[in-house]
């Protein structure tokens, strides 16, 4: 990882952690039903500038969903999202802007097989932000030497480990210039050798004071860099606390039930 530590002093990713403490994130009274069932219910959440929470709860409480719909690839049936202050567009333009300032890695890795892993970083710069193509290559590649796979970049995707390809798909994301970015498990597919070099990415991303929602089990991530953890099951938000407390001290049994089975 010294290729992320020797570009940081010079250019951090996130500049302007001066107005830390903003809402970046809010979603407040979401409610959203898949057919009969009640996937969201009375979700309130804020998530401010630099801030990182940790997302946690058994399969099937409602984490991708909630996830989901914060880039409205979901939508929700009530309530209100919105993003730095802003309430989410429907479609068009909008939409697509406010996409790209929501950056999100999911459990796949989602990248575009048969473009080359240069391609996958500068395709959105230049479709979305109109960049041009040796501006996003420079970007692209600033950003792949980052997470530590500049050497790979004009390879394609299927030529990469797991771990990398997972790391592809961050410098991706961060070529938008996102201002909060989503993790959706962006670990659990990954042979175990290679959740390290993912996870250490993601920590750099929170000490340069990304804004960043992680589901994720990975407890030493959790302790290591949340402000808060937010505990779902069964489509609500059960307990919201530091790491400490969570760990420590569960209030619900569902979230004593939920840490027996994990730690
Ligand atoms: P988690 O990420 O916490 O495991 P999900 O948000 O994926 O939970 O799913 C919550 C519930 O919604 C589950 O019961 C799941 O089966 C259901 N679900 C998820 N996506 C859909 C969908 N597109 N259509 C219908 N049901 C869905
Ligand atoms: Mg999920």
């Known amino acids: 990882m010294t290729d992320i530590k020797e570009t940081q002093e010079t250019r951090p990713i996130m500049p302007g952690a001066e107005d830390s403490g903003r809402p970046l994130v809010e979603l407040t009274h979401v409610e959203k039903h898949y057919g009969d069932l009640h996937v969201l219910k009375d ?10 929470l940790v997302i946690v709860g058994p399969s099937g409480s409602g984490k991708s969903t909630m996830c989901r719909t914060i880039n409205r690839l979901e939508t929700i049936d009530s309530g ?19 996409r790209a300032e929501v950056g999100m890695v999911f459990q796949s890795f989602n990248l575009f097989a048969n473009k080359t892993i240069l391609e996958n970083v500068t395709l959105a710069p230049i479709k ?8 996003a290559e420079g970007l692209a590649m600033d950003l792949l030497s980052r997470v530590g796979v500049a050497s790979q970049a004009s390879k394609m995707p299927s030529q ?6 997972q790391r592809v798909a961050i410098a991706r ?5 996102p201002k909060v970015m989503l993790f959706d498990e962006p670990t659990s597919a990954l042979d175990p050798e290679m959740v390290n070099e993912v996870l250490d990415v993601m920590v750099e991303l929170a000490h340069e004071g990304m804004t960043m929602l992680c ?12 402000d808060k953890v937010v ?12 790491p400490e ?18 730690l």
């Open 80 to 98: 209100d999202i919105r993003i730095d202050g802003k309430p989410l567009p429907q479609e068009g333009k909008e939409l697509a802007s406010l």
């Open 245 to 262: 407390d969570f760990f420590e001290n569960p209030k619900t049994d569902r979230a004593k039930d939920f840490l027996s089975k994990i």
């Open 231 to 242: 505990f779902m099951a069964d489509g609500q938000i059960l307990e919201q606390s530091t």
């Open 128 to 135: 979305v932000r109109h960049m041009d193509k040796k501006a």
């Open 43 to 52: 979700i309130n959440l804020t998530v401010k500038k630099g801030e990182v």
């Open 173 to 177: 994301a961060l070529a938008m210039q």
């Open 160 to 165: 990469l480990s797991g771990g990398q390809q």
């Open 215 to 226: 589901v994720t089990h990975e407890m030493g991530f959790a302790r290591k860099v949340a």
